[in-house]
């Protein structure tokens, strides 16, 4: 879990400092295991572009303007992924999955990880919030908390 944790912190601050993302957490936990520096990914992750599907907003996938609130749902979607062992939304195209975020909140990812503290199932979940007047927008806004 420990290990979980600070690629965490390491994905919370690439967030932060890089715009746009298209690898996946696999693809950068791979990066890292093999040597490649931060820097270096984050630079791969600026000249790859847009964000993968599975990691997508709701904001993103209705067509609205993504900024820093789609930032933090793609987070808690890693988050999820990372400390839960599987991906919140799965279906066997691209626009299943699409409907499939669009509809519904994610399962706890307690339910595949039963370990994870109940403090932190809550940060990915409201990281992960559909409603634009919850929580994961008003993480957002400046000079909160």
Not at 42 to 67: C, D, H
């Amino acid at each position: 879990m420990r290990k979980s944790i600070s690629f965490i912190l390491f994905l919370l601050f690439f967030v932060f400092y890089s715009p746009l993302y298209a690898l996946t957490p696999e693809e950068i936990l791979l990066l890292k295991r093999s040597g490649v520096s931060d820097e270096k990914i984050l630079e791969m992750q600026k000249k790859e572009g847009a964000t993968s599907p599975q990691y997508a907003s709701p904001e993103q996938i209705e067509g609205r303007v993504a900024g820093p609130q789609s930032d933090v749902y793609s987070l808690g979607v890693m988050a999820y992924r990372c400390l839960g062992g599987r991906l919140p939304f799965e279906a066997p195209s691209v626009e299943g999955l699409m409907r499939r975020i669009l509809a519904g909140a994610p399962v706890s990812p307690r339910r595949w990880n039963p370990e994870l503290p109940r403090d932190l199932e809550s940060v990915i979940l409201r990281a992960m919030e559909r409603d634009p007047s919850r929580p994961r927008f008003l993480l957002t806004e400046p000079g909160v908390g």
